[in-house]
């Protein structure tokens, strides 16, 4: 039965293999009606790996992929795409909704289709299911702390010491203020 898929052209998909970790770490996928669709991308994000050259079934087991890295730090790896159907380059940037390569049969597979993989930020295969029609997990990015500091930033003294090679920590008079 066909289901709400956001990374299919067409949106609506159907699942020929589900995910079973450590054996197979994405899902399989085909257009509604078990036909062929256009690939889109899941979200918004930056294009980090490509192949677009894979004929055969030794030369592979991916084939023909896309793998972008997602604005939130997931990334989402999209296989088996027909020979020279890939739309996208490493570096570019891509929209949700947006081509990227149409399904094939290239690579370890056995007909054509849409393996379809999430990572995490640490690049570790999940289940990938619950995100066919839903955002990616959101994962806070840290906020960097600045090198530099400017007149008028507000800080906040976390240990000063005898020296810079020293590990005797001294107790600052003031702990936080404004530099001036």
Not at 88 to 112: F, H, L, P
Request: proline share 5%; hydrophobic share 30%.
């Amino acid at each position: 039965m066909a289901r709400a898929c956001r990374v299919l052209e067409g949106g609506l998909c159907e699942i020929t293999q589900f995910y079973k970790a450590g054996y197979h770490n994405g899902i399989d996928l085909v257009g509604a009606g078990y036909t062929l669709a256009w690939e889109v991308a899941h979200s918004d994000g930056i294009v980090v790996a490509t192949r677009n050259d894979c004929n055969s079934f030794e030369d592979g087991s991916y084939g023909n992929y896309v793998k972008i890295r997602h604005d939130d730090g997931y990334y989402t790896l999209y296989a088996h795409g027909a020979y020279g159907t890939v739309q996208k380059n490493v570096g570019d940037r891509v929209k949700r909704g947006e081509r990227i390569m149409y399904m094939g049969n290239t690579g370890m597979s056995y007909g054509a289709h849409l393996h379809f993989e999430v990572r995490t930020p640490e690049d570790t295969r999940i289940d990938p299911t619950p995100y066919l029609d839903s955002d990616l997990p959101y994962t806070p990015k840290p906020t960097p702390e600045p090198t530099t500091w400017n007149i008028g930033d507000n800080v906040c003294i976390n240990g000063v010491y005898v020296s810079s090679d020293s590990e005797e920590k001294l107790e600052p008079a003031v702990n936080h203020g404004k530099i001036t």
